[in-house]
């Protein structure tokens, strides 16, 4: 120990307690307030010790480059989660994979599937899942948010299997999501404990009484994708299967390489990670349209001005001359991250950054909530402001930079383990968005304000705030009868 702590130095932190460390401390859910706390009070850097695991929160854009950008190729691991990702997924969860040869093949065909040239083969799903998504908001507006729901989980299950949810059967798309609800539940902070304290891991394993549960779960997963994976094959024999990432990637003959598990689990992984992200940007639109009419009548003149007055949906192809349709969508992203702590990002190496040395193992993440909410960063941070991504004047960014998903916020993560949908995420949310702006207007429900800085945008099973929503006008309700009934009776 004392040898321990002549080499090695941690940037400051709250002082924990004998072999729980900090872990109480944190709050379970919602963290975001409490480590903006420890970013004021500890400056730069800060460090938890969660068990025995160091854990340094990088509070500035500044270290997050440094350290999780410019050494991405050590700052890139995962730490190990004994339950969650080797009892649960047989060690194939990408989001979860340690830094090495299997997560790198897999990740390698992923990018090659989902990045921005590839933006045509999956257009055509968040077209037709975006008008179902305002003429569901239509004809209930109060259920809002299930449509989102349906449209994010719709969206993600055609890119990734070619398949339109609302005409497949419907038990097994339930179970596809009830898996992925099983995985993000099995991650949360005590879940497992095994997961934090890794010497339960050591015990017989007659004593340990998760093994069955765990081996339950991956067995289920393996059932349900491979059941999915046979019908798709099924229907790219018959030539009814449109291109989608599944496809592509069961065509990829370094696909075969990986071995059936990593493959059944590859496309689990997009499905996971690609649905909630999108409906949970999407809810904070919603609330920000909702709590300052400001910037939705600029988007909704500026929607009008290249679309005209309720004569028809914005399109894909309308993004160049909307760049502040693009901003609102950049602002979603920053306003209130949902990775309120960001991701953990294990060091796999000893390193030396300034006055610090840190062990391998260390986990590093971004502070998330405190980055996007520092008046350092962004002016004014707690307003909903597009402008400020494409005035120079008000935040120091290059305007021409606001279609580039990944620039100015950290809302994809970093380094090489940045998200690897992050286009397929930023059109999903474009497409929606600007639908929606253009179509209807939104507003707070008398008595019940929304607390901006307090929502549950991850609850899916009721509204996560209440929010009235019309259409603009006549006109544009029967133009969304219209171009919405389009696609009601698409199949695919
Ligand atoms: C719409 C908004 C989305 C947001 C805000 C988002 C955010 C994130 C974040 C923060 C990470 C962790 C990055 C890190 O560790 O540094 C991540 C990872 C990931 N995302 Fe996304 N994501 C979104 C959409 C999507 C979509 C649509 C897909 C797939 C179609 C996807 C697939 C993935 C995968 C596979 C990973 C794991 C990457 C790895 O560990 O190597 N995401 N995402």
Redesign the pocket.
Known sequence: NIQWHRKYKLPPGPRGIPFFGNMFQMPPYHQGPWAQQMAQKYGEMFTLHIANTPWVFLNTPRAVSDL?EKRSAIYSS?PRFPYASTLMSGDCR????PYGAQ?RAT?KI?HSI?NAKNGGTFAPFQEVESRQLVLDVLRHPEMWWKANQRFANGV?MS??FGKRSGVVEKSNVDKLFDTSQEFIAALQPGANLVDTFYFLDRLPKALKWWTRRGEDAFERLLNVYGAEVGDLKERMERGTCPPC?ASKFLDDPESEKLGETQRLFALG??ME???D??RM?LSQIVAAAATDRRWVKEAQAALDRVCGVAARLPEFNDRGQLPYLSAVVKEG?RWRP??EI????TLINDDIYEDYHFPAGTVFTWNAWHIALNPDEYPDPLRFWPERWLDPSIQSIDPGKVEDPLAGH?????????????H???S??WIAAARLLYCFNFEQVAGKEIDTLNMNVAEHRWAPFDVKITARSEAHRRLLERCGGEAVGVTY
């Open positions: 999780l995962r990408v989001v979860l994979q997560w990740r992923m989902l993600v890119v990734v990432f992984s997009l990670a690609g649905s992200t999108s940007t992203f949902f990775a960001g991701m953990f990002h950290w809302s994809f993560g970093a380094g090489r383990r940045v998200c690897t949908g992050y397929v995420g930023d999903n949310v």
